[in-house]
């Protein structure tokens, strides 16, 4: 099976595409994260959005772990988001972040697709907030189901949040 197949159609036609992160792709990325409706529904990100510093220390350190998959996401050639597949103890995990402007469209179910279409090894894991409906969807989509449940800390809401733990074994 391959991204393709698993990709549905967006709803505009528009075509998802991924590609290795650039630098000049990081101010798109500090861009999305300004948006306080964007870090409240996905809860777990940064400690501080505007904290320019904290952002690019963060992304140096991810790029420079090789375990660590990060890729652009790209609408008709515009950067939309990102998508990365990190270690977690001996599981891998996956996240995205997609311009809110975009929500809707397809583009995070599109995206994620095409991130597990490179990775080899299953199971992978998810996490989103219980209460984050769309992520969720974006998942099942996907293939993920709902494995169990824990809570933790969120940053974008400043209040500990009960989160769903999903995994995609095949």
Not at 123 to 142: E, F, G, I, Y
Request: net charge negative.
């Amino acid at each position: 099976m391959t991204a393709e197949d698993l990709r549905p159609p967006a709803a505009t036609g528009e075509a998802v595409r991924l590609r290795p992160v650039r630098d000049d792709d990081l101010p798109h990325f500090f861009a999305f994260e300004q948006d306080a409706q964007a870090n409240w529904v996905a809860a777990f990100g940064p400690v501080d959005p505007a904290d320019r510093a904290a952002f690019e220390a963060h992304w140096r350190r991810i790029r420079a772990d090789p375990a660590i998959v990060t890729r652009t996401v790209t609408v008709d050639g515009t950067v939309v988001g990102h998508v990365a597949a990190f270690p977690v103890d001996d599981q891998t995990e996956v996240s995205y972040w997609i311009d809110r402007a975009r929500w809707g469209r397809g583009h995070a179910t599109g995206a994620l697709a095409a991130l597990l279409a490179e990775l080899p090894r299953r199971p992978v894991r998810a996490r989103a907030a219980k209460d984050n409906a769309a992520s969720l969807a974006v998942l099942r989509k996907c293939g993920f189901v709902v494995v169990g449940e824990d809570s933790g800390y969120a940053n974008g809401r400043r209040a500990v949040v009960e989160e769903w733990v999903l995994e995609l074994a095949a």
